[in-house]
């Protein structure tokens, strides 16, 4: 129930809070200081009750059990090409700036950091394509070779750093706000992802997957779909990022949905008692998975008793009758 009502909330918050902000950023070309003030609270507020609603969550914890997931693995190869673009946007970017010496610096003081972006970039770009096409498959990538799987939170990871020692110093507040935190649960997410689709993290990856992954959707919804929809209209943005990185952005939101409806699906099947042949499926309702392993244990330790109290009868009376003929 806990976690239908954090669907319930990500949902009513999408439907509400990017109409507002996308309405609050073309009516009012000077924005005023409530603006300012009041929506990136309730940007935050939203994101902390959704992390404490998945947190709260106590639910039998499960592993991820490779299957095919069509629509992640498409949203996955999206993500996939808006990394490469990106990354690719942004060498350059600075080959361009190093190539003209009278051009102003798009890199900050970082130069080797943006390279290493970049390049870092190609690596994730390739390892979530190739994650994708598994996803069509049987999506056991990440369970088969679970090194690959840290290519994309290593580049969150710079691509934060590298967009706190960039953009801190030359943009307000409030564009900090909208590139910088969105890229931070970008960070969370991809980290939780890796660690549960590669097993690493055991059964409670899921509900870290959830917690992280349920405030990045809005977060990185709430942060490309209105700057996307003012250059659209031939308007400035309003965002420090570039556009390949608001649409990287918007690329991995929707791979963090579409993830995090895939294990909605699974969870569903494990609490469903009855259906298939699956020992998983077939529980006993109110048991949890911990509970069901040691009942299974339990009776097969019972059922080996049983068997070596049998044998060791038969022994018995072998040796009883043995003794008798002699």
Known sequence: MIRKGMWKMLVAALVVLIPWKTAA???FEEKSGLWDAVLPWVFVGVCLVLFFV???????????????CPV???AALLSSVAILWSSLYSLLRLVRQESDATAVSLAGDQPLLGSLCSIVGFMAALVMAAWGVSLFRSGALFRDYPIVALAPPI???????????????????????????????ALLFLFAQSSFFSDAGGGTARRKLYQYGSPF???GMGSSIPSLIQLAMGRDSGSSLSIPMLITLLALSLYALASMAAIRRDTNLLLRPGRGTSPVRNREPGLSMTMELERVLADWKQSNEEKTQVQTDEEEKDSQSETDIL
Do not use: H
């Open 25 to 27: 950023e073309l009516f």
């Open 54 to 68: 998945c947190r709260l969550d106590k639910r039998t914890v499960m592993r991820f059990r490779p299957r095919p």
């Open 72 to 74: 992640a693995g498409a």
């Open 155 to 185: 580049w969150a990871c710079l691509e934060l750093a590298f967009l706190f020692v960039t953009y801190t110093a030359q943009s307000e507040i409030s564009k900090n706000f909208y590139s910088i935190f969105p890229f931070a649960l």
């Open 217 to 219: 959707v809005l977060m």
